[in-house]
């Protein structure tokens, strides 16, 4: 009795058991759901502006502006020019009274007048010392004191030089103290600073900043250096465009942040003024050049590949990366024809192949 209803007990499981699969009596082995497929997406042409476009403004050699900034404390007494005006080299800007250099005046005309009182002297002594009149002791004496006022003499001339006035001015600096600062170059007053009777300390802002006009070189900020043998333009804020040479006279990569700044000449004989802001745009005319997305690519031994859908066909194209930001790269097929625009590719190239190995497995 007790064989018969273990024998029983044992069929009932059996026939439970096999119910419960779908097969039997062979067990299926269980299957973890396929990784979820990448979508596709169009091969475009290149469009991305981060990709494509930098902050640029134009620059010019120094001497093509100027500042008006006396280096010692000066009294605002005069302005010759308002801001808007066009002044040329010489013309008279603003006048300024700077006590330093009105003492500085006087220093220097004193010594003068004492300098030749003890020049004379020395003289003289010379000449009674000849005739033993008196000793070698006085007419050194004499010889040291004017020595001492001809430095007093040249350092006042030092002075005066340094702020641009000719020592031998000096006796009308102490009549007419006011000094006229004028402008070193040709061009427009952009800014003017102060009011008149105002002190303004020397180093400090300018008192008139002058732009001048010249061959413009533009200064071109991109997040990653732009493809090679692209057309470089410049729009600026104005809505002007201006074609720049293609090869960058040079460039620098930021410590901070990694952006590459580049310089570029205008084509043509262009004069412009420095300060105007705008835009470079890189286009790349190689027909081969081509937009994917940045998670498209996938290392494959020493090579980059992209996986491209064409008739239903799954192809590994290799390509050369040729810059990449975000979520946007621009490449160039090894082969022109394997990856041209319209095509489609995996937008998530490690996604499209863990799906592929999953439905493999």
Do not use: N
Request: net charge neutral; aromatic share 2%; proline share 6%.
């Amino acid at each position: 009795m007790l064989r018969r209803a273990l024998a029983t007990g044992c069929l009932a499981l059996v026939t439970t058991s096999c119910m419960s699969e779908q097969t039997c009596p062979e067990r299926q082995p269980h299957r973890q759901p396929a990784s979820t497929a990448s979508a596709w997406v169009e091969v475009t042409a290149p469009r991305d502006v981060s990709l494509l476009q930098a902050a640029a403004r134009v620059v010019l050699p120094g001497d093509r502006q100027g500042v008006i900034r006396p280096i010692y404390r000066a009294r605002i007494a005069r302005f010759h020019v308002q801001a808007g005006d066009r002044v040329r080299v010489g013309q008279p800007v603003v006048d300024v009274v700077m006590p330093e250099v009105v003492v500085a005046a006087a220093d220097y005309r004193g010594a003068q007048l004492r300098g030749a009182a003890q020049t004379a002297r020395r003289d003289k002594l010379g000449r009674m010392r000849d005739e033993g009149l008196v000793s070698e002791r006085d007419v050194f004496e004499v010889a040291t004191r004017a020595a001492e006022v001809e430095q007093q003499a040249l350092t006042a001339a030092a002075t005066l030089r340094a702020a641009g006035i000719d020592p031998a001015r000096s006796r009308g600096l102490l009549h007419e103290p006011e000094v006229t600062l004028t402008s070193d170059i040709d061009g427009v007053v952009r800014e003017l600073h102060g009011r008149l009777g105002e002190v303004v300390e020397g180093g400090a802002l300018p008192i008139a900043v002058i732009v001048g006009e010249g061959q413009p070189r533009v200064e071109a900020r991109f997040l990653h250096a732009p493809p090679a043998r692209a057309t470089m333009r410049f729009h600026a804020v104005d809505g002007s465009v201006w074609p720049l040479k293609p090869e960058p006279l040079a460039r620098t990569v930021e410590a901070d942040d990694g952006a590459v700044v580049m310089w570029f000449e205008a084509e043509g004989d262009r004069l412009a003024a420095p300060g105007l802001r705008g835009t470079v745009e890189a286009v790349s005319d190689e027909p081969g050049v081509v937009q994917v997305p940045a998670g498209a690519l996938q290392r494959e031994g020493d090579a980059l590949i992209v996986h491209r859908r064409r008739d239903g066909q799954i192809t590994a194209v290799p390509v050369e990366l040729l810059m990449a930001s975000g979520a946007s790269a621009l490449v160039r097929p090894k082969d022109p024809s394997q990856l041209v625009e319209g095509d489609r590719v995996a937008e998530d190239a490690l996604a499209h192949q863990r799906a592929r190995a999953g439905a493999g497995a």
